[in-house]
């Protein structure tokens, strides 16, 4: 559910009392019909919230912590577990991991080159694998009880790679972990944004054995197939019927 308007419109004016709406759609790249379409709406999304933030400096996750139904993000955040840090590298950075430890310079201090950079969250399947990393196989029937949301349109979403922010922050309320996980694996803040340690991926990744890494890797090849060969599916059905109309 997006910021109530005049709550957004409140905290505009306490972080840029001097500031109009041409000055902020402009240094924050956000078109003027849009923004007064949310306003006249009286519902402000969130994503909005976070570039205007980007925009004046200010932390997002403190911008969004500001408002009643995200106050539980104010403060210092909680860290992100391993398993969530692992769940937000891309399946391609795993895989390079793999290889990695299959050289024999592997483990030797001082040869071969420097591990290759992670890329950066959200990646293809980052909202589901956050999920998956922290459910504990009742996670989703707690959050559908405590949202109301239907656990088939739940997990739509999760196909889907998506995930509302305010659903994020129940996934992660009903999972007992911090909330910046999903926030950062739905794309709405980065990992410098939620306060998560430049290294913090790599070392999550390291502490993972050969064994976890290559099963890691082999689930997310498994989950990559399925779904290649359903857009496959998908496709070839898409131009049987086009070849049935003519």
């Known amino acids: 559910m997006p910021l109530p308007a005049k709550a957004f419109q409140l905290w505009l004016h306490s972080v840029a009392p001097k500031a109009s709406t041409a000055d902020i759609c402009r240094i924050s790249g956000i078109k003027r019909t849009t923004l007064a379409q949310?306003?006249?709406r009286g519902k402000v999304a969130e994503t909005t919230l976070v570039s205007i933030s980007r925009a004046l400096r200010l932390s997002p996750l403190a911008a969004l912590g500001s408002f009643a139904k995200y106050a539980e993000l104010a403060g210092e955040p909680q860290?992100?577990?391993?398993?969530?840090?692992?769940?937000?590298?891309?399946?391609?950075?795993?895989?390079?991991?793999?290889?990695?430890?299959?050289?024999?310079?592997?483990?030797?201090?001082?040869?071969?080159?420097?591990?290759?950079?992670?890329?950066?969250?959200?990646?293809?399947?980052?909202?589901?694998?956050?999920?998956?990393?922290?459910?504990?196989?009742?996670?989703?029937?707690?959050?559908?009880?405590?949202?109301?949301?239907?656990?088939?349109?739940?997990?739509?979403?999760?196909?889907?790679?998506?995930?509302?922010?305010?659903l994020a922050?129940?996934?992660?309320?009903?999972?007992?972990?911090?909330f910046t996980g999903g926030l950062v694996a739905t794309g709405l803040i980065t990992e410098e944004e939620a306060g998560w340690a430049p290294d913090a991926k790599?070392?999550?990744?390291?502490?993972?054995?050969?064994?976890?890494?290559?099963?890691?890797?082999?689930?997310?090849?498994?989950?990559?197939?399925?779904?290649?060969?359903?857009?496959?599916?998908?496709?070839?059905?898409?131009?049987?019927?086009?070849e049935n109309l003519g």
């Open 79 to 166: 860290p992100p577990t391993a398993v969530e840090l692992v769940s937000q590298i891309a399946t391609m950075d795993l895989l390079r991991a793999v290889i990695e430890r299959s050289t024999p310079e592997y483990g030797h201090a001082g040869e071969g080159p420097a591990p290759p950079a992670l890329s950066p969250a959200p990646h293809a399947t980052s909202v589901r694998n956050w999920v998956d990393a922290i459910d504990d196989g009742e996670l989703r029937h707690r959050v559908s009880a405590a949202t109301g949301v239907a656990p088939q349109n739940f997990s739509a979403q999760l196909t889907a790679n998506r995930l509302s922010p305010e």
């Open 202 to 242: 790599q070392s999550a990744l390291a502490a993972l054995s050969d064994g976890e890494l290559t099963g890691l890797a082999g689930e997310r090849l498994q989950t990559l197939g399925k779904t290649l060969r359903r857009q496959e599916h998908e496709q070839a059905q898409t131009e049987k019927i086009w």
């Open 169 to 178: 922050v129940a996934t992660a309320r009903a999972a007992g972990v911090g």
């Open 38 to 40: 949310q306003l006249v």
